[in-house]
């Protein structure tokens, strides 16, 4: 039985799928897909592609990619996707993907993520598999559960990548980008896998509040324990630098 709900936002899904489908007819002539090289995607080889029009999904051993228009990508191995900019939904079925992003990295296993990448930050949303990311210039590899988005943004002076909390998103938004990624008679998978994610994200929604508070309580404690442990360094390298001045003072009789 579908909620109202979830009929409301298929719906609209199927009205955003319209009016692309009424665009493409008007650009019907334009070439959909540039790769470089040519044919490049049929090859086992590096393959630089870009969507100029409609969308368009290939595939690299069991990973399915699906790329809006305007996005561009590069299929390094079977197993490693390069995200260069645009609205990007990458699917592992047996096999786990790695993504790389101006960024940072995010992979992929058991599941579908949807990657949102401009100029100034990559939005990653996990539509209901196992995702980890690692943002650029950070050692720790972080989980993204199912249901919850997050995003990485400009790299700092120090190399690193600013990032956030993983938290709930608006579904209205999310599927006008969702429904972007399949074509008019792909509507029922869309269908499917919208209804599929639908429980992460409520899911993710009672999750978030007291996974949130509990992340933000341990780096306060943590960044107090590190203020704390830097007071203490402090002191003693005062104390040591005033033992000093005074071995200074008296070697040279100034007391």
């Keep these: 039985m579908?909620?109202?709900?979830?009929?409301?936002?298929?719906?609209?899904?199927?009205?955003?799928?319209?009016?692309?489908?009424?665009?493409?007819?008007?650009?019907s002539r334009a070439v959909e897909v540039i790769e470089?090289?040519?044919?490049?995607l049929k090859q086992n080889i590096e393959c630089a592609v870009h969507v100029k029009a409609h969308n368009f999904m290939f595939k690299m051993n069991q990973v399915e990619v699906r790329a809006a228009n305007?996005?561009?990508v590069i299929k390094k191995t079977p197993h490693l996707l390069v995200v260069a900019r645009g609205e990007v939904a990458v699917k592992a079925y047996e096999d786990s993907c790695e993504i790389e992003t101006l960024f940072g990295k995010i992979?992929?296993?058991?599941?579908?993520?949807?990657l949102e990448v401009t100029d100034n930050q990559v939005?990653?949303?996990?539509?209901?598999?196992?995702?980890?990311?690692q943002p650029r210039g950070e050692s720790k590899t972080l989980e993204l559960p199912k249901g919850l988005m997050n995003e990485m943004g400009r790299v700092n002076s120090q190399g690193q990548?600013?990032?956030?909390?993983?938290?709930?998103?608006?579904?209205?938004?999310?599927?006008?980008?969702?429904?972007?990624?399949?074509?008019?008679?792909?509507?029922?998978?869309?269908?499917?896998?919208?209804?599929?994610?639908?429980?992460?994200?409520?899911?993710?929604?009672?999750?978030?509040?007291?996974?949130?508070?509990?992340?933000?309580?341990?780096?306060?404690?943590?960044?107090?324990?590190?203020q704390e442990?830097?007071?203490?360094?402090?002191?003693?390298?005062e104390k040591e630098e005033g033992y000093y001045r005074e071995m200074f003072r008296r070697k040279n009789f100034l007391d």
């Design 36 to 40: 470089e090289p040519q044919h490049c």
């Design 107 to 114: 992979n992929v296993a058991k599941g579908s993520v949807l």
């Design 70 to 72: 305007g996005s561009s």
């Design 2 to 27: 579908i909620s109202s709900a979830i009929r409301f936002f298929l719906i609209l899904a199927c009205s955003f799928m319209q009016v692309r489908v009424h665009a493409a007819e008007v650009h």
């Design 161 to 226: 990548a600013k990032t956030s909390y993983p938290r709930s998103m608006s579904l209205g938004p999310l599927i006008k980008v969702w429904s972007g990624l399949f074509k008019k008679s792909e509507f029922s998978i869309l269908k499917d896998e919208f209804e599929a994610f639908v429980p992460h994200w409520r899911a993710g929604l009672e999750f978030v509040g007291p996974w949130y508070l509990e992340t933000v309580t341990r780096e306060i404690a943590e960044f107090k324990a590190e």
């Design 123 to 133: 939005r990653v949303t996990n539509i209901g598999a196992e995702v980890t990311y």
């Design 229 to 237: 442990r830097l007071r203490k360094l402090k002191a003693i390298r």
